[in-house]
Nanobody, 127 residues
Framework: QVQLVDSGGGLVQAGGSLRLSCAAS????????LGWFRQAPGKEREFVAT?????????YYADSVKGRFTISRDNAKKSVYLQMSSLTPEDTAVYYC???????????????????WGQGTQVTVSS
C-alpha cells in the first residue's frame, strides 16, 4: 500500500515557476513508476509526465509541457517532484501525483495504469 501527499501548488503569474512535491509512504517506493497528471475544470484528467522506477528508466512528457516541466524523484526521501517553468494560464489545473507498481511503456501515459493517487494540489496561473 502506498499513500501519496501532493503539495506545492499555488497562484503564480504567467511566465513564473512552481515546484510540486509528492511525498510517499511504502517500503518499495524505489521500484514504482511515478507520474503527474492534471485536471482542469470541465476537462478530463490528462497526462503530464512520468518517470520509471529504479535508476535505469527515463522520463517522458506530454508535448504540451516538454521543455518547460521536469519530473524527478528522490528515492531516499520517497518523493517525486515536478518543476514547472514558463507557466501559462493553460497550465491552470489540479495536479495529481500517481504511483504504479510496474512500468508499462506508453500505458504509463494513461491514468488507468496507476494504482495510487495523491489528493491533488491546485495550480493557478494568472495572465
Amino acid at each position: 500500500q502506498v499513500q501519496l501527499v501532493d503539495s506545492g501548488g499555488g497562484l503564480v503569474q504567467a511566465g513564473g515557476s512552481l515546484r510540486l512535491s509528492c511525498a510517499a509512504s511504502g517500503r518499495t517506493f524505489g521500484s514504482y513508476t511515478l507520474g503527474w497528471f492534471r485536471q482542469a475544470p470541465g476537462k478530463e484528467r490528462e497526462f503530464v509526465a512520468t518517470i520509471g522506477g529504479g535508476d535505469g528508466f527515463g522520463t517522458y512528457y506530454a508535448d504540451s509541457v516538454k521543455g518547460r516541466f521536469t519530473i524527478s524523484r528522490d528515492n531516499a526521501k520517497k518523493s517525486v517532484y515536478l518543476q514547472m517553468s514558463s507557466l501559462t494560464p493553460e497550465d491552470t489545473a489540479v495536479y495529481y501525483c500517481a504511483a504504479a507498481r510496474a512500468w508499462g511503456g506508453y500505458e504509463t501515459h494513461k491514468a488507468s495504469w496507476y494504482d495510487y493517487w495523491g489528493q491533488g494540489t491546485q495550480v493557478t496561473v494568472s495572465s
